[in-house]
């Protein structure tokens, strides 16, 4: 009964046999679209110089399990393949009703233009498994080398090879061109290397644009920054202002001495009472007598029951005036005033850049 085989499955090989001039490249499982039996085909590639003529192999098949399902031996008779050509994906090994979930593979004998070559003493050599392009490189690889095989990272080994198809070539093939894909070695890493600078630079040119959005200052930002750097200047300025200094009075003077100052003193009031007509500057009569600026009071409104303590820097040392006063407060309270303020002023701004805005 003839049926038509789909892919069901497809695993590439994960060593190659060192030295062998036949070496495993892949298994596949394909399922009957009638009976849904598998049918297992294993493929190979000729890497040595001379024309492949025939091959053996002995397989195992197992279950999920690992009960083996098949045991065998299986002649590739009638070869004609050439150097770098593959061979075996049209011939089933194995046909199967079960679920195959592994093969395992061991070289025999390989025939060179009829010449039997044992393949049992060559070592097998485990290969790490290819890595994978990002799908944006993927694709942008794809479609510069007009190749759809290219998905994974070309790489060298101390081995051979993997082309960006995902094939490994050994150091015995000696080839430049891949045999599955088609696709140049050289080429296909030059191409690479250009879509990935091409990548780095817009990534660069993307973060360069992050920061200079992150750097940007927002316009209610900048204004409470400017607020908050002012603020703090100014509560420097005061913290750092020193305390007003008094100046004590002078010390008194000996009592002759105060006398002579007294008589000079009395000698120019006079002389100002005849030029300043009631002990008035710039008098107007339109004007109150309280509005005017005085040079000296009455003889008859001078009291010294009534007189008002001086205050300032003409304040007695002993004596604590309420400008005095006045300034300890302002002076202690200002820095903590400020501090609030500032930080009232950030918030505000704040919450309107993130929660209004």
Not at 146 to 157: A, G, I
Request: charged residues 30%; proline residues 5%.
């Amino acid at each position: 009964m003839d049926q038509n085989f789909s892919l069901m499955a497809q695993s590439r090989a994960n060593y190659y046999t060192a030295g062998s001039p036949v070496q495993f490249v892949r298994v596949e499982l394909l399922k009957g679209d009638v009976t849904g039996e598998v049918a297992v085909c294993l493929t190979f590639k000729n890497v040595g110089t001379e024309p492949l003529t025939g091959f053996i192999i002995h397989f195992k098949c197992k279950d999920a399990s690992g009960q083996i399902l098949c045991e065998d031996d299986f002649y590739y008779e009638q070869l004609n393949v050439q150097p770098g050509e593959l061979f075996g994906a049209d011939d089933a090994v194995f046909v199967s009703d079960t679920p195959v979930s592994s093969v395992e593979i061991e070289q025999d004998r390989a025939f060179l233009n009829g010449r039997g070559v044992d393949l049992r003493n060559y070592k097998r050599v485990r290969l790490q498994a290819p890595r994978v392009l990002p799908g944006s490189i993927a694709r942008t690889l794809q479609t510069r080398t007009n190749n759809k095989m290219l998905t994974c990272v070309p790489q060298d080994t101390e081995n051979g090879w993997f082309c960006a198809c995902g094939a490994f070539h050994p150091n015995e093939e000696a080839v430049s061109v891949c045999s599955e894909c088609g696709g140049d070695r050289a080429y296909i890493k030059a191409t690479l290397t250009r879509i990935l600078e091409e990548a780095r630079q817009a990534a660069e040119q993307q973060q360069r644009e992050i920061n200079a959005v992150a750097n940007g200052v927002d316009p209610a930002a900048a204004q409470a920054a400017q607020a908050a750097a002012t603020a703090a200047a100014a509560q420097a300025a005061i913290s750092q202002e020193p305390t007003a200094q008094f100046t004590p009075p002078a010390s008194a003077q000996e009592p002759e001495e105060e006398d002579e100052d007294d008589e000079a003193t009395n000698a120019e009031m006079d002389r100002v009472r005849r030029y300043v007509p009631k002990g008035h500057l710039f008098a107007d009569e339109e004007d109150e007598e309280d509005e005017h600026t005085r040079m000296f009071d009455d003889e008859e409104e001078e009291s010294d029951d009534d007189e008002e303590p001086r205050r300032g820097r003409y304040a007695d040392d002993d004596e604590e005036s309420e400008d005095d006063v006045m300034a300890e407060r302002i002076i202690h309270w200002a820095p903590p005033i400020t501090a609030v303020v500032c930080a009232l002023i950030i918030a505000v701004s704040l919450i309107y850049h993130f929660v209004i805005a």
